[in-house]
């Protein structure tokens, strides 16, 4: 069973940071390109970033460039997101999404999703 399990949320003030967290378990993480979605309140899902199967292509919403990383560590069934410089506007709920297999980092498509963690950005 395909699991995806986010961490590392919580509240934090404008120009702070945050580290995101995404275990995956039920299948083999290193094949699979992953992704970041974001949903603020009231609003639809927002892709944030993406990165490749073996980590070394990355992509990332306009918003969020030049403040946010992705990252993964396949030994470990880990994706990462690293937050910086955040805004009031970051605050959402952060999903990690999975790629079936065969589509590339170009498109928005994923058959697996985790259960999000909150991000708040308040003073």
């Known amino acids: 069973e395909v699991q995806l399990v986010e961490s590392g949320g919580g509240l934090v003030q404008p120009g702070g940071s945050l580290r995101l967290s995404c275990a995956a378990s039920?299948?083999?993480?290193?094949?699979?390109?992953m992704s970041w979605v974001r949903q603020a309140p009231g609003k639809g899902l927002e892709w944030v970033s993406a990165?490749?199967?073996?980590?070394?292509?990355?992509s990332y919403a306009e918003s969020v460039k030049g403040r946010f990383t992705i990252s993964r560590d396949n030994a470990k069934n880990t994706l990462y997101l690293q937050m910086n410089s955040l805004k009031p506007e970051d605050t959402a709920v952060y999903y990690c999404a999975k790629f079936p297999m065969g589509y590339g980092l170009g498109y928005r498509v994923y058959d697996y999703w985790g259960q999000g963690t909150q991000v708040t950005v308040s003073s």
């Open positions: 990165i490749n199967s073996g980590g070394d292509s990355t």
């Open positions: 039920g299948f083999t993480f290193s094949s699979y390109h």
